[in-house]
């Protein structure tokens, strides 16, 4: 029997890589490596391995960096085996710990893990804290209702009553007690003060009935807290350059 070696592969290539159209590039640009004209493939990719930022597809680039200044040794390109702000390659500060606070082994200092379960199985330490430090009581390690950041067991805020994550009030709805959304806007779009979001007044003026803008400055540029300045210490002329 006869093997006939068909002069064309199934990519339109012959032996010596001239495509049936007379070029070395097929209709869709590529040669028959894969390559465009410009030497590289679809996946942006040079002849190389390195894409267009320099890097290969391990995330170093020819003279042996990652994009966060690590060698393939793992030193810094600080001289140390950490970058500026204390991490190393794999992301681990010297004590052990990832930016979020969790060990080598998936643990934080505490003994929880990112699914909130404790070293022992439980949601609970050896104490009886949970990993925001509250008990089965609702009690934080530091005696109260509320932990140092302000936030009961269930997150919401000492202060205003917001969950902090979601953009619900202690009292189970979208409105705080005296008719506030999360923020901060009653039902027809007024703020505390009773400003819009256009700056105006209930009354249709720019300023309350006591003289007050948006930003609580009156026409001499004094705050109604009795100062030049807010409560951010921000001065009347920043809100109107």
């Not at 992301?91 to 505490?110: C, L």
């Not at 936030?151 to 709805?173: A, M, P, V």
């Not at 819009?196 to 209930?202: A, E, P, Q, V, Y």
Request: net charge negative; aromatic share 16%; with cysteine.
């Amino acid at each position: 029997m006869t093997f006939v070696i068909p002069e064309y592969n199934r990519a339109g290539f012959n032996h010596i890589g001239i495509h049936r159209n007379g070029t070395k590039y097929a209709d869709n640009g590529y040669d028959c490596d894969g390559y465009d004209r410009n030497g590289r493939n679809r996946r942006h990719r040079d002849r190389e391995g390195y894409d267009r930022d320099g890097y290969d597809i391990n995330g170093f680039n020819r003279d042996g960096w990652n994009r966060i200044g690590f060698n393939h040794e793992g030193m810094n390109c600080n001289g140390t085996p950490y970058d500026r702000k204390g991490y190393d390659i794999e992301g681990f500060n010297s004590s052990g710990f990832d930016m979020y606070g969790y060990g080598r082994d998936g643990y934080t200092n505490k003994g929880f893990n990112s699914d909130k379960i404790h070293r022992n199985g439980t949601k609970y330490d050896d104490d009886g804290y949970n990993s925001r430090g509250f008990n089965s009581d609702k009690i934080h390690r530091n005696g109260t209702y509320y932990d140092d950041y302000g936030l009961d067991s269930d997150g919401f805020s000492e202060h205003h009553g917001w969950h902090c994550q979601k953009r619900i009030h202690r009292n189970g709805t979208t409105r705080d007690d005296d008719g506030f959304d999360y923020d901060g806007k009653d039902i027809n779009g007024f703020n505390r003060y009773g400003f819009n979001s256009d700056r105006i007044h209930k009354n249709g003026t720019t300023r309350d009935d006591d003289g007050f803008d948006i930003w609580g400055f009156n026409s001499k540029k004094v705050h109604r807290n009795g100062t030049i300045y807010d409560h951010s210490c921000h001065k009347w002329v920043l809100y109107n350059e």
